[in-house]
């Protein structure tokens, strides 16, 4: 009644079309949690640099970076290279596409540095402006909203923040705790404890700003110090990051044939694979040597 090869062929055609299903929709729940995930960080960033926007448009803008980079790289190579192909052109657009989609984390990740960077030059100016308002008679309320109405951004900022929620009823204890968890700041959480144990056990709390602002100048005069002596080491990770690209650049000026040859074997795409992996994890082991944490 059937052909002999009937039977086979829609088995084999029925269990593909399966396969694909599930392949799909395993990509779709993965893509998925991967776009919550990515909402929740991006959400969370940028609480901590108070900036405005939604968490969606962190993520549509990831989406047009990959397709200008995409774009871009093919016609950027379309017009270099002397070799033109439309597998080579896609390959370097899906790998620019990839490398463009964290730029805006990035971005923000590098805000919040600077941020709380700036944020710890500057506390130590406010501790001396609390101490001092604590010895003309102010209470620590007064004295924190005296900081909160200068006009020194970021921490003027977020001691607004604290001095709100104050206001609204929150403890103090657990506004400076809230204000220790957002900003994340080692130097604050001393401060923040020092508050919270002169208020318990009634010690002179003015002494004891004195002696956190000398501290943090230390620390901040150490964390200066730091960055100039690391500064060569990072700037090698960098140059020691690129140089594969721009030599394998030039490679392909100088000797295209040998190029051409290397990038259509299968073992010379994977040599070019595993070098960039290579590329990356001495990036990343030059970046955390030279990150040091006092």
Do not use: H
Request: charged share 20%.
């Amino acid at each position: 009644m059937f052909d002999s090869a009937f039977i086979p062929s829609f088995c084999a055609f029925l269990a593909v079309t399966l396969a694909t299903l599930v392949v799909v929709d395993f990509i779709l729940f993965t893509s998925a949690r991967y776009k919550e995930r990515y909402l929740e960080e991006a959400a969370v960033e940028l609480d901590d640099i108070l900036l405005q926007m939604p968490p969606g448009r962190i993520f549509d803008l990831s989406l047009a970076l990959c397709g200008l980079a995409f774009f871009m790289t093919v016609v950027i190579f379309a017009s270099v290279s002397d070799n033109f192909t439309w597998a080579r052109a896609i390959l370097l657009g899906m790998l620019t596409s990839i490398a463009a989609f964290p730029t805006p984390r990035l971005v923000l990740r590098q805000l919040r540095k600077q941020r709380l960077q700036k944020f710890n030059d500057q506390l130590e100016e406010a501790l001396g402006s609390i101490s001092s308002s604590l010895k003309a008679g102010f209470s620590i309320n007064q004295a924190l909203e005296s900081v909160a109405q200068e006009k020194k951004r970021p921490i003027s900022v977020e001691f607004r923040l604290l001095t709100q929620e104050i206001r609204l009823g929150v403890p103090i204890d657990k506004a400076l705790d809230n204000l220790t968890r957002r900003l994340g700041s080692d130097d604050f959480e001393l401060v923040a404890t020092a508050i919270i144990t002169a208020r318990q056990t009634g010690g002179e709390l003015t002494a004891i700003l004195e002696r956190l602002a000398a501290v943090i100048r230390e620390r901040v005069r150490i964390n200066n110090k730091l960055r100039a002596m690391t500064a060569q080491g990072k700037l090698q990770a960098l140059i020691i990051g690129i140089m594969p690209f721009v030599l394998m650049f030039m490679m392909s000026k100088v000797a295209p044939q040998a190029m051409d040859q290397f990038f259509n074997s299968v073992l010379g795409i994977i040599s070019t694979v595993g070098a960039i992996v290579l590329v990356v994890i001495g990036f990343l082991v030059i970046r955390k040597i030279t990150t040091i944490d006092i």
